[in-house]
């Protein structure tokens, strides 16, 4: 009896590297587009004559897959990128399992499937063969975005300082596409290394309008300066929800961290929490008591409570945790 094939790995978009068949499968959009571009600048370094085609799986015909890769009249090797496999047609389903029972090896093919249920036999089919597959699922942690823009950094043989990794997350991280393009561009537009001053040049207007700004400045005990960008987060349109939300996530931080005073054998992996992040969360604890942020917590919640319905003024209630914050800094 043959030995079964192990199923292997998943496989981030800068791992993969080039096969007969690779699957690109997930719903994050930008991994996806970069795991693609990545085979095809490894097949044209591997044969500057490739002949690349794109082909769209909802409009496939019958027998298409079959022609693109027969053998060349030229020899040159070829590269078939199929897109949009989650919307297939049944005659790409036929041809692909048929394919992958003999698969050539003169040929790349390059399977993008961007979510849901949709074919799952073949997707099933390609990693029981034991082809590289690629994991592009959504980045939703911010720790996670802030680990993808130092990679990108890193890549690109630039420095950039921990608190401006964060500053560039919070302007532009809610889109993981416009995140990458605000890197390429600091990576493009400047020189040196990369610092939270040159972030807000770029792009400070949008950090000053979210709430993570508010919380960095009512953590500090800046009453004043914490209300000010609460007002201009609300003006350019951020509501009272996400700026309870930001002022939330900042104290449960200080509050991890505040929690490993004194304790040894305390890991970052326990607290689930990047290093910058509590090297910045201990910086910031300075000025804080128990007591402080025991009463700040208190204030958010009673905010949070405020603006889901139980009060009239959301961004009175707000203001208030806010002002209440500031205060309990030491």
């Not at 297939?88 to 036929?94: A, G, I, N």
């Amino acid at each position: 009896m043959p030995p079964t094939r192990r199923k292997p790995a998943a496989l981030t978009w800068d791992q993969v590297s080039l096969a007969p068949v690779v699957l690109v499968r997930g719903t994050e959009g930008l991994l996806a587009d970069r795991a693609v571009d990545r085979l095809l600048e490894l097949a044209k370094e591997a044969d500057p004559q490739v002949e690349v085609t794109t082909v769209e799986a909802a409009a496939y015909e019958r027998g298409q897959l079959e022609m693109l890769a027969s053998p060349s009249l030229f020899g040159e090797r070829r590269c078939v990128v199929v897109e949009g496999l989650e919307s297939m047609s049944d005659p790409f389903l036929d041809d692909a399992l048929a394919y992958l029972r003999a698969v050539p090896d003169d040929v790349w093919l390059v399977l993008r499937h961007g979510g849901g249920t949709r074919g799952k036999k073949l997707l099933d089919a390609v990693a029981a063969a034991g082809h590289p597959v690629v994991a592009c699922d959504p980045v939703k942690r911010d720790a996670d975005k802030a680990d993808l823009v130092r990679t990108d950094f890193r890549r690109a043989r630039r420095r950039i300082e921990p608190d401006a990794v964060q500053a560039l997350v919070e302007a532009v991280g809610t889109d993981l596409r416009e995140l990458g393009a605000a890197t390429a561009q600091l990576v493009a537009d400047t020189t040196g290394t990369v610092t939270t001053d040159v972030v807000l040049r770029y792009y400070g207007g949008r950090v000053e309008a979210t709430g993570f700004r508010v919380a960095d400045a009512a953590v500090a005990g800046r009453a004043g300066e914490a209300v000010a960008l609460l007002r201009h987060a609300v003006a350019t349109g951020t509501g009272p929800v996400p700026v309870v939300a930001a002022l939330a996530m900042k104290l449960r931080t200080l509050a991890k961290v505040a929690a490993t005073r004194g304790r040894t054998g305390v890991s970052v992996g326990d607290l689930g929490l990047a290093p910058w992040q509590i090297d910045r969360a201990r910086r910031e604890l300075d000025g804080w008591t128990p007591e402080g942020l025991a009463a700040a917590i208190t204030a958010v919640a009673a905010a949070d409570a405020e603006v889901k319905g139980l009060g009239r003024d959301p961004v009175f209630a707000v203001e208030r945790a806010v002002l209440r914050i500031a205060a309990a800094h030491r």
